[in-house]
């Protein structure tokens, strides 16, 4: 049976299943390319923005800016361009940008969470509306002979639609826990970041008397010893 037969006898939900498959495909891929892009330059970002902010925090603020296509050149420059923020406004800074670059990452997961409910439920659906159409010209004293034996294949029809529904879910599941599992890793890389960072600033206060970062304070905060 090739692909245009399955459409054809898969019933009267294949073709909302079909849209849903669509539907989930585009989302996966979007969410594949973000998340490609996020993951491979998010390290070398924060590396750098962490390592100008011990020597100059106006570097630190340009490397931000320079990356704020990236969610977390976005978190990073959020606290960096206020101008001498009080230390509990910086950490305030961090925290109301990492809530909004997390909640935009989760861009995509209602549509996977609905098409990982609907598909399951619309297969089943076709699969009862074709047993239905099989079995209802059978009588009962018609069970065993001749007359039934296009119900076997009737039957074996309608069960395509249910089967179509459970690839979809599967398939749309395992790339919704992939992509939760990235927003998990995402957001101990945003709170790590976050604490180095309020902790330079806070020492930075702390030795000027003030949040200016404009000072020359070169030296008062040492690079970390390479390990």
Do not use: C, H
């Not at 750098?48 to 020597?55: P, T, Y």
């Not at 940008?97 to 997961?109: F, N, V």
């Not at 001749?146 to 294949?153: H, I, L």
């Amino acid at each position: 049976m090739n692909v245009g037969e399955i459409f054809q006898r898969g019933g009267v939900t294949i073709i909302p299943l079909l849209l849903l498959s669509i539907l989930a495909l585009s989302v996966i891929i979007e969410r594949l390319w973000f998340w490609s892009s996020v993951l491979t330059k998010e390290r070398e970002i924060v590396n750098r923005v962490l390592d100008a902010a011990r020597r100059d925090w106006l570097s630190a603020t340009e490397i931000a800016r320079q990356a704020y296509d990236q969610p977390i050149g976005r978190f990073l420059f959020s606290p960096l361009q206020l101008k001498n923020p009080d230390p509990e406004i910086f950490r305030l800074a961090l925290e109301a940008t990492a809530d909004d670059e997390l909640a935009s990452m989760r861009r995509g997961d209602k549509i996977l969470e609905a098409v990982i409910a609907l598909a399951p439920l619309l297969g089943l659906l076709g699969t009862v509306i074709g047993l239905i159409i099989s079995l209802r010209s059978i009588r009962i004293g018609d069970i065993g002979t001749a007359s039934t034996a296009g119900v076997t294949t009737g039957i074996g029809e309608a069960l395509i639609s249910t089967a179509f529904g459970l690839i979809v879910a599967i398939f749309s599941l395992a790339f919704y826990r992939l992509f939760q599992g990235f927003m998990f890793f995402q957001a101990k890389v945003f709170r790590k970041a976050g604490n180095e960072l309020e902790l330079l600033y806070r020492l930075r206060w702390a030795q000027t008397g003030e949040g200016d970062l404009t000072k020359d304070t070169e030296g008062a905060i040492a690079p970390p010893v390479e390990r």
